[in-house]
């Protein structure tokens, strides 16, 4: 029987790239194999279970320790896929990159930038991040709720959709945005959970008000490529030429080189001038075009955590943190590449740059790293967040009072 949820717009024209895909899902991650797809191939096809193994999960499908990838992929598809059907696939192998989950009787799906194909229609594409009703045949054996008591599921989808929407503002940068929406998060903590959906809408619309005056910091960019660097350091070794290809960029732009064994940074006399210079650029002649690039990224961000109710992090401040720090990041890796190319870059350089970044940064299990170097740098203060963001100057004011015209007019 067909089932009904809310979903991400732009998943109605989402088709796996298949073979075309430039760095496909089955290559440095343990998919994940649920029990009643276990139980299938013990009754139906048990030489399947030669393919299945324990590792991240407990049940996972075996990698290749040559080449990383899937046993079971070849020929650039999924042999399981081709000989017995989507039956067959496990609910993570059948649903990615979708991302299903329960606000109590509703159910809500999108899908993350860690696809290729989902970067390009989710921050390219018509059809944006609002919600359209869908009807699926399937739905994961398990779905986590992340309805909080005091809530209904139509108060907690209110809450959400507020937050979607005023990511999604046309009237203010999206750097103004994301200041705007760390401060709610922040006041919205301090209010008893069964007021949210009142307030929620209402702080969003005046959420100027509660912002900290930006506290710069001439470090934070060549902070943000170390803090990167940092959490590289820790993770699991694996090829990622497409993220170090955004990295080279990244240190290129700013005139400094990151160690290959310690990712320690070196910076020279130049670094600083690098980055004003740099940042000139991205105001004068960058930002406009991007600008509506970064917005929908924010928008995907909350889609993903369904915010406030998950994402990585504790509560909902931090949560808003952490996604503020990787929109600067986001950013940052955005204007080294409009330097590389000397002009904006083309759409696939651009999908490269988020998408390559969305793969490694939103599978960190554990945001305890994360947090203590942003606590270290202070990106966890609302003022020096602001700045960081990019929310930081008389400069963003007046852009705040233009930007509603300017993205009216622009055309990526
Ligand atoms: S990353 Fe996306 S497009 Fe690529 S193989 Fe996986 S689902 Fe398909």
Same mark, same amino acid.
């Given at each position: 029987?067909?089932?009904?949820?809310?979903? =991400?717009?732009?998943?109605?024209?989402?088709?796996?790239?298949?073979?075309?895909?430039?760095?496909?899902?089955?290559?440095g991650w343990?998919?994940?194999?649920?029990?009643?797809?276990?139980?299938?191939?013990?009754?139906? @096809? *048990?030489?399947?279970?030669?393919?299945?193994?324990?590792?991240? !999960?407990?049940?996972?499908?075996?990698?290749? +320790?040559q080449?990383?990838?899937?046993v079971?992929?070849?020929?650039?598809?999924?042999?399981?896929?081709?000989?017995?059907?989507?039956?067959?696939?496990?609910d993570?192998?059948?649903?990615?990159?979708? =991302?299903?989950?329960?606000?109590?009787? &509703?159910?809500?799906?999108?899908?993350?930038? =860690?696809?290729?194909?989902?970067?390009?229609?989710?921050?390219?594409?018509?059809?944006?991040?609002?919600?359209? %009703?869908?009807?699926?045949?399937?739905?994961?054996?398990?779905?986590?709720?992340?309805? +909080?008591?005091?809530?209904?599921?139509e108060?907690?989808?209110?809450?959400? &959709?507020?937050?979607?929407? @005023? @990511?999604?503002?046309?009237?203010?940068?999206p %750097?103004?945005?994301?200041a705007?929406?760390?401060?709610v998060a922040?006041s919205?903590?301090?209010l008893?959970?069964?007021?949210?959906?009142?307030?929620?809408?209402?702080?969003?619309?005046?959420?100027?008000? &509660?912002? !900290?005056?930006?506290?710069?910091?001439?470090?934070?960019?060549?902070?943000?490529?170390?803090?990167?660097?940092?959490l $590289?350091?820790?993770?699991? +070794?694996?090829?990622? *030429?497409?993220?170090?290809?955004?990295? @080279?960029d990244?240190? #290129?732009?700013?005139?400094?080189?990151?160690d290959?064994?310690?990712?320690?940074?070196?910076?020279?006399p130049?670094?600083?001038?690098?980055?004003?210079? $740099?940042?000139?650029?991205?105001?004068?002649?960058?930002?406009?075009?991007? #600008?509506?690039?970064?917005? /929908?990224?924010?928008?995907?961000?909350l889609?993903?955590a369904?915010?406030?109710?998950?994402?990585?992090?504790?509560?909902?401040? %931090?949560?808003?943190?952490?996604?503020?720090?990787?929109?600067?990041?986001?950013?940052?890796?955005?204007?080294?590449?409009?330097?590389?190319?000397?002009?904006? *870059?083309?759409?696939?350089? $651009?999908?490269?740059?988020?998408?390559?970044?969305?793969?490694?940064?939103?599978?960190?299990?554990? +945001?305890?790293?994360?947090?203590?170097?942003? %606590?270290?740098?202070?990106?966890?203060? *609302? !003022? #020096?967040? /602001?700045?960081?963001?990019?929310?930081?100057?008389?400069?963003s004011?007046?852009?705040?009072?233009?930007?509603?015209?300017t993205?009216? !007019?622009?055309? $990526?």
């Amino acid at each position: 029987m067909a089932s009904s949820l809310h979903q =991400s717009a732009f998943l109605e024209g989402f088709a796996c790239l298949g073979d075309a895909c430039e760095d496909t899902c089955c290559k440095g991650w343990g998919m994940q194999l649920d029990p009643v797809t276990k139980a299938k191939y013990e009754k139906q @096809a *048990p030489e399947l279970l030669d393919a299945v193994t324990t590792g991240e !999960a407990e049940l996972i499908m075996k990698r290749d +320790p040559q080449t990383d990838y899937c046993v079971k992929f070849a020929g650039g598809l999924c042999g399981i896929h081709q000989s017995y059907g989507t039956d067959f696939l496990g609910d993570a192998c059948h649903f990615f990159p979708r =991302s299903t989950r329960s606000l109590g009787d &509703r159910t809500v799906m999108t899908a993350a930038l =860690s696809c290729p194909e989902v970067t390009r229609l989710a921050l390219f594409g018509e059809s944006g991040l609002t919600h359209r %009703e869908a009807a699926y045949d399937r739905l994961p054996w398990s779905l986590k709720n992340y309805l +909080p008591e005091a809530l209904d599921s139509e108060g907690a989808l209110t809450v959400h &959709r507020a937050f979607l929407e @005023a @990511a999604g503002a046309e009237d203010a940068p999206p %750097e103004r945005v994301m200041a705007r929406l760390h401060a709610v998060a922040t006041s919205l903590e301090m209010l008893d959970q069964a007021s949210w959906p009142q307030a929620a809408g209402f702080y969003l619309k005046n959420a100027d008000m &509660r912002l !900290a005056p930006p506290e710069p910091n001439p470090n934070d960019p060549f902070n943000l490529l170390h803090a990167l660097a940092g959490l $590289l350091s820790a993770a699991k +070794p694996s090829p990622r *030429p497409r993220l170090e290809q955004t990295i @080279a960029d990244m240190e #290129r732009a700013l005139c400094v080189t990151l160690d290959p064994h310690t990712r320690a940074i070196i910076t020279t006399p130049e670094s600083f001038p690098a980055w004003q210079r $740099l940042y000139g650029r991205w105001e004068r002649e960058w930002a406009t075009a991007l #600008r509506p690039v970064l917005a /929908r990224w924010l928008q995907a961000q909350l889609a993903i955590a369904l915010y406030p109710f998950g994402g990585f992090g504790e509560s909902p401040a %931090e949560r808003m943190a952490i996604i503020g720090v990787r929109f600067a990041t986001v950013r940052l890796a955005l204007t080294a590449c409009c330097a590389a190319h000397d002009g904006i *870059p083309p759409e696939q350089e $651009l999908i490269r740059v988020i998408q390559s970044l969305s793969r490694f940064l939103d599978h960190l299990a554990d +945001p305890t790293l994360s947090l203590s170097i942003y %606590e270290e740098t202070g990106w966890l203060r *609302p !003022a #020096r967040l /602001r700045a960081l963001v990019g929310d930081n100057s008389l400069q963003s004011q007046a852009q705040t009072a233009s930007y509603g015209k300017t993205i009216a !007019a622009h055309q $990526l």
